[in-house]
């Protein structure tokens, strides 16, 4: 790999995505910035709706156009940055240096090609090898993701779920991307396939060196698999930081409620307490801060001020008013100037 | 004992091309009132048969269902109409479950109407609003069709629809899987004050663990249409017997991040449920397993008071010393 370990190997900044419907604009993705280390596992967190999948696609350059858009915003990999590229550039990339898990292992392979030519159809699209070559290479594959090899020949129906999400997982590695994007590669799988699935991909992440972003509303599976968290509220990243920051020095507002309403096998509660109220309509979100109308300790200013995020030590970013150096900027500047939107 | 609910070897098998498949394989087990009974188990494992058949919208092959004390194996079509006064299910999927043609008051209403409980409008409207109310539906909705909401708000309907006829047992298949995360947690509470306010009994059947150990008083866990486990919610999750539950219960990622991961990793899949052969059906996948296995069929024992097993091997795999029961 050309770049070295300290520097960043995905850069996404400012990213505005919007899809353009006849009811208005939904303000899908709004002005997030991101930054990943080669070989890391960067989770992003969040309810639906909240723009995680669009994210996800907007790296791969997948939008469906129309009606979605890239607004602004750059996606910086490897020193180059994405959005500049043509169709054809970003599919040589796409299945090479950026590989996508989608959630559903039962409609993202074709069903009327054996699952050793969807693989080895990878490698030849990506590499100049030979049929055979190709066919050794699928092969290798397919043992690496724990099927045996005889398999090549059989369909996608003929294999479990668990199944068909290693041999998706497979055509994903198949050329060694440097970026996984996983959405909820789990969440259609039983606990025990879950856990051998997640095993697998820890395993090949490591003999890869593959870098992972990992979509995912399970805390148990983002615990298990992540080095650093994003949460995402209504396009936004409202906190960000290291698993240990995140998960045991919760900032914003509305990760902790975020996560005290997923019921967890750790814990002993007799009640769930969800989240008053629902998540804006991203047709139309207020200028304030996005969680203001569901924030329990929201003050008078938030309802004027869309705040900025904000370190509150060692890289930990939030999106809060009320971490109180924010604040303090806050007071300095109020008044004098309208709060801007950074486009 | 008596409950509310008692199953005693209840078998439902398919006829199919390749055999006969065992969906679910001499279950039994009672249920009080008042109280939750959780089925766990992964997908294929006939939890979902089960909970059918004990509501009898399938017919059970063999075995005995009591309700209240009597026989409802073969019920004639005057007494089952009756019991399923009592007897309501909440399906999985609020997508699929709800009649696309007609309004909300329509399906909330339709049982009442079946049932001939009130045959003036105005009574009818106005048990609907009740129900509505009960399970937090604003009233601007009842002219709405279910496309036209969210799936928080479709179960909501489903549950209301279920709870018309004043039942006393609820069979729910999944009630929140469907669901996004966030609207779980309000679904899960709302059942839950439902049961203390109407008294009511759940059979509450899922695949999440998580919501299980929550919303249960006892939980079984079925492998392969048969009951592996049965015991107390927290007995379950604190100290279990079964190889198979220990494995599945380790296999749920944890997010404490800082406690200490021990975990089984299974080995293979679910076996075929067509013919299965003689032995523990979870032989294959069990690391204790020994040659006694594959032989003959362990039986459901006592290991604790309360806290069921079917495992030849529980006092090795838990070195219980054989004479303590």
Redesign the interface.
């Given at each position: 790999m050309k770049n070295n370990d300290t520097a960043k190997f995905l850069q996404i900044k400012n990213l505005i995505i919007h899809y353009e419907t006849g009811n208005g604009v939904v303000e899908a993705v709004n002005n997030i910035s991101l930054e990943m280390n080669c070989g890391e596992t960067l989770s992003l967190v969040g309810?639906?709706g909240a723009g995680k999948t669009t994210t996800a696609l907007g790296i791969l350059n997948l939008i469906p156009n129309p009606p979605g858009r890239i607004i602004a915003g750059e996606i910086v990999l490897d020193g180059e940055d994405l959005l500049k590229k043509s169709t054809q550039q970003m599919q040589r990339i796409r299945g090479s240096k950026i590989s996508m898990i989608f959630q559903d292992p039962m409609t993202s392979l074709n069903p009327i090609e054996t699952v050793g030519e969807q693989i080895s159809e990878v490698i030849r699209l990506h590499n100049k090898v030979s049929r055979s070559e190709a066919e050794t290479r699928a092969c290798n594959m397919l043992e690496k993701v724990g099927i045996p090899a005889e398999r090549y020949m059989d369909f996608p129906h003929q294999f479990?779920?668990?199944?068909k999400q290693r041999v998706v997982i497979a055509i994903a590695l198949a050329c060694g991307p440097e970026l996984l994007i996983c959405d909820e590669p789990t969440s259609a799988l039983?606990?025990?396939?879950?856990?051998?699935v997640?095993?697998t991909m820890r395993q090949l992440k490591d003999e890869f060196r593959t870098s992972m972003l990992m979509i995912t509303?399970?805390?148990?599976?983002?615990?298990?698999t992540s080095d650093n968290v994003a949460v995402m509220y209504a396009g936004e990243i409202v906190e960000y930081g290291t698993?240990?920051q995140v998960?045991?020095d919760t900032r914003h507002p509305y990760t902790r409620p975020?996560?005290d309403?997923?019921?967890?096998?750790?814990k002993n509660?007799n009640?769930?307490?969800?989240?008053k109220g629902l998540t804006p309509d991203p047709s139309n979100l207020p200028a304030c801060c996005s969680f203001y109308s569901r924030c329990t300790s929201r003050e008078d200013q938030c309802a004027q001020i869309d705040p900025q995020p904000h370190d509150v030590g060692d890289g930990h970013l939030v999106k809060c008013l009320l971490s109180a150096e924010e604040r303090r900027s806050y007071e300095r500047t109020s008044g004098s100037k309208e709060p801007q939107k950074v486009l | 004992m008596s409950g509310l609910l008692e199953v005693k070897n209840l078998k439902k098998y398919y006829e199919t091309n390749r055999g006969t498949l065992h969906a679910v394989d001499d279950v039994s087990f009672s249920v009080e009132q008042g109280e939750t009974l959780g089925v766990v188990g992964?997908?294929g494992c006939g939890k979902s048969t089960l909970g059918q058949t004990i509501i009898h919208l399938r017919k059970p092959t063999e075995g005995e269902i009591r309700f209240r004390g009597e026989d409802m194996s073969n019920p004639s079509k005057k007494r089952l109409h009756e019991l399923r006064r009592h007897m309501q299910i909440i399906f999985q999927d609020p997508f699929s479950s709800l009649n696309p043609r007609m309004t909300v008051k329509q399906i909330i209403a339709e049982p009442l109407k079946i049932y001939k409980i009130s045959n003036d409008k105005a009574a009818l409207d106005k048990r609907v609003a009740e129900l509505m109310e009960t399970v937090g539906l604003a009233n601007r909705f009842v002219n709405t069709y279910p496309h036209e909401l969210d799936g928080g708000r479709r179960q909501r309907i489903g549950i209301a629809r279920a709870l018309a006829l004043e039942p006393s047992f609820i069979v729910c298949d999944e009630p929140v899987s469907a669901l996004?995360?966030?609207?779980?947690?309000?679904v899960?509470?709302l059942m839950?004050d439902l049961q203390e306010q109407l008294n009511l009994t759940y059979i509450f059947i899922t695949?999440?663990?998580?919501?299980v150990?929550?919303i249960s008083n006892n939980i079984i866990v079925m492998y392969l249409g048969v009951v592996v486990e049965k015991c107390s919610s927290g007995e379950l999750?604190s100290n279990p017997l079964h190889p198979y539950t220990k494995?599945?219960?380790?296999?749920?990622?944890?997010?404490?991040?800082d406690?200490v991961?021990d975990?089984i990793?299974?080995k293979g899949?679910?076996s075929s449920p067509i013919d299965p052969t003689p032995g523990c059906r979870f032989a294959k996948r069990c690391i204790y397993a020994t040659e006694a296995c594959s032989v003959s069929n362990p039986k459901m024992e006592e290991v604790y008071s309360g806290h069921m097993a079917a495992c030849h091997n529980v006092r090795e795999v838990n070195t219980i010393p054989h004479a303590a029961v």
């Open positions: 309810e639906t479990s779920g668990g199944m039983d606990v025990t396939i879950q856990a051998q997640l095993d509303h399970d805390l148990g599976v983002v615990a298990e698993l240990r998960f045991k975020l996560f309403s997923l019921p967890d096998i750790s509660v009640r769930l307490s969800p989240i | 992964e997908s996004d995360v966030s609207i779980q947690a309000q899960l509470n839950q695949h999440d663990l998580s919501v150990k929550h999750f494995a599945l219960l380790s296999a749920i990622p944890h997010s404490d991040i406690a991961k975990r990793l299974l899949e679910l």
